[in-house]
């Protein structure tokens, strides 16, 4: 009897101490998911990977050499889901050049979180609703018209012989993007002072 008693007890023990252990695993388990969930990984479309479509804005932006630091400013300012949405949308695009024409210190005074929202109104004065490449913006231009800016302020479309420019900045290229127009601009164009 006392063997009986003996081995039963055995099995029980062996039966929770494996319950506990399996259940020990399921609880890892859960954790494991839970803290997947909690990735704080940017969502929205800007961190869709798409290898499929045409590039978009900001994927051309980001591909560019030439603009690294648009595209710094583009993430310090966290407006990256701006440059994928469907569009149609015209960004005139400063290259590095154009940004080491600021004063010095300015680029970097602007990347700082305290500035972002000053960063960002410049930002937006570069991008118009619609589709104008060159030829587009050259047409607006003789016609005397303004572009209309994601800011609400409109600027001077001009044409000095063959160049376009707008705001002042000369556009030197046009590039085609699955959501819209890249106007590569030598300059930044800034609001005019009060």
Known sequence: MKTVI?????????????????GGNQSTSE?????DLTDNTP???????DNES????????????DHSTLVAA????????VLVNAGPLTVFAPTNAA??????????DLLKP??????TTILTRHAAPGSYDIEALKKEARKGRKLYMATGDYLNVTLEG???????????????????????VDDVILPKSE
Request: one cysteine or more.
């Open 31 to 35: 954790e494991t998911a839970a803290s």
């Open 114 to 119: 305290e500035n972002k929202q000053t960063l």
């Open 54 to 65: 045409d590039a978009n804005i900001l994927q051309v932006a980001i591909g560019s050499a």
């Open 162 to 184: 063959d160049d376009v420019y707008v705001g002042g900045a000369k556009v030197i290229a046009s590039i085609q993007t699955s959501n819209g127009i890249i106007n590569v």
């Open 6 to 22: 003996h081995y039963y007890f055995l099995v029980c023990t062996l039966f929770f101490t494996g319950a506990c252990s399996t």
């Open 99 to 108: 940004f080491e024409k600021l004063p010095e210190g300015t680029v970097e």
């Open 74 to 81: 583009v993430q310090a300012a966290n407006i990256e889901h």
């Open 43 to 49: 969502l929205g479309q800007a961190s869709v990977v």
